[in-house]
């Protein structure tokens, strides 16, 4: 058995991003950046207003109070995607929306708001300051400006960013092909069950939360506990997938036939056991073909519980390590703990837990059923409370260490 995070280590040392593709900036959603992102133009790309109102030059405005507003003739109106062609008369203001091009006779844009408006003249109540209102070329960044940094996720506004560059395509890191074998001469599927049987859910609940990371090519095989069907699923498997994917019979009982099978396809085993709570039978191992062509097998445990957790916390950050991201753990807080628990030692437990944000700080309930079979406590769970491996208690009161569930 080792500590979880030697584990977790060991999976992250055997993975690499995969191969770089362009991909059209419509289907970038979620996808890592496979190069730094350096600014084609300036930002913005030329003088403009923030608001819209009235350009001036400064000194027209000197003394304007309420009780004296200044009045200037308006010279014109420049929506924004126009170009004022002509130079701004002396003495005149100049009417522009927001976005509209700045001319360069225009030192400040006063707020239509601020300014009143009757036959073609504008009537200013104070004085304005130079460049106010007026975004200026280059205010954000200029060119060649590192915009997004390799491993960025592509999230709404980092999508935004790019179009704001005019980039239609954008290089980003290969997605792995996910295959997920699920084991157990028990499970059925939707429909009737027989005596015995049990719905399968961790075929449900896995492949979802590999969806969840924007990952498509997902395929979901079912197999019975016989060591034949074991073999021939995983075979098929490593042949298509980047990462296979196994649910149940990796434990120690007589029908527990993943690692053997695996092992017999050739398949090199880098741990089996982590001590952690729940997901103990955890497997993970490498298999390697003629051509050089990597696959890695997670052999997750059955119990639904410890299926997913151990998913979120070795190999989800294996995925996204495989997508290219840069951030690949957990975002993860300190919490006051509403109730006492305890365990054993000797384990890492991750307890599910409820995260709230309180008057008094961030608060986190421990859920009460957390044994591993236990899923309902864990759709309702939006954290994990990191109960440290030689810790037996915690008490009521006392930070404790708080992971996101990003689900
Ligand atoms: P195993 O790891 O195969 O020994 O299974 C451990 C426990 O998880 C047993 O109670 C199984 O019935 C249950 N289990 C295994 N696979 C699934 C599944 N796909 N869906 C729901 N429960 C499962
Ligand atoms: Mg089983």
Redesign the pocket.
């Known amino acids: 058995m080792i500590p979880f995070s030697e584990a977790l280590d060991e999976v992250l040392a055997r993975v690499a991003a995969m191969e770089r593709e362009d991909v059209a900036l419509g289907s970038a959603l979620g996808r890592f950046l496979a190069s730094n992102v350096k600014a084609l133009s300036a930002m913005p790309r030329f003088d403009n207003s923030s608001v819209d109102g009235f350009g001036v030059r400064v000194s027209d405005l000197e003394g304007a109070s309420s009780e004296h507003p200044v009045r200037l003739p308006v010279a014109g109106t420049v929506p924004a995607g126009s170009l004022w062609n002509g130079s701004l008369p002396p003495r005149a203001a100049l009417k522009l929306m927001t976005g509209a091009p700045v001319p360069p006779e225009v030192e400040a844009v006063v707020m239509r708001e601020d300014v009143d408006e009757a036959s073609g003249a504008a009537a200013f109540r104070g004085p304005a300051e130079h460049g106010q209102n007026i975004r200026r070329r280059g205010g954000e960044y200029g060119v060649g400006a590192l915009l997004l940094r390799e491993g960025t996720k592509l999230t709404p506004p980092a999508v935004a960013v790019l179009a704001s560059q005019g980039m239609a395509r954008v290089s980003v890191h290969g997605r792995p092909r996910v295959q997920l074998v699920?084991?157990?001469s028990?499970?059925a599927l939707q429909g009737g069950l027989a005596a015995a049987q049990?719905?399968?859910?961790?075929?449900w609940g896995l492949e979802a939360a590999i969806r969840c990371l924007g990952i498509e090519d997902v395929r979901v095989t079912t197999c019975r506990d016989d060591p034949g069907e074991v073999r021939s699923a995983l075979a098929a498997a490593i042949e298509e997938g980047d990462v296979v994917i196994t649910?149940?019979?990796?434990?120690v009982?007589d029908f527990?036939f993943v690692p053997s099978a695996f092992e017999s396809l050739g398949g090199r085993r880098r741990f089996w056991r982590v001590a952690i709570k729940p997901g103990k039978?955890n497997y993970f191992g490498e298999w390697e073909g003629a051509s050089g062509r990597r696959t890695f097998l997670f052999g997750l445990?059955?119990?639904?519980v410890g299926a997913l957790l151990s998913f979120e916390r070795l190999v989800r950050p294996a995925l996204l390590k495989l997508m290219g991201a840069r951030e690949l753990r957990p975002a993860a807080l300190q919490a006051r703990l509403t109730q006492a628990i305890h365990k054993a030692g000797g384990r890492l437990e991750f307890v599910r837990g409820i995260l709230a944000n309180t008057a008094e700080g961030a608060e986190v309930e421990p859920i009460a059923a957390r044994e591993s079979?236990m899923l309902v406590g864990l759709a309702s769970a939006n954290c994990l409370i990191a109960f440290p491996r030689d810790a037996t208690r915690l008490e009521a009161g006392s930070l404790v260490d708080v992971e996101l569930l990003a689900w």
């Open positions: 699920v084991t157990g028990e499970l049990i719905y399968d859910s961790n075929g649910s149940g019979g990796v434990s009982g527990d039978p445990p059955g119990n639904p079979h």
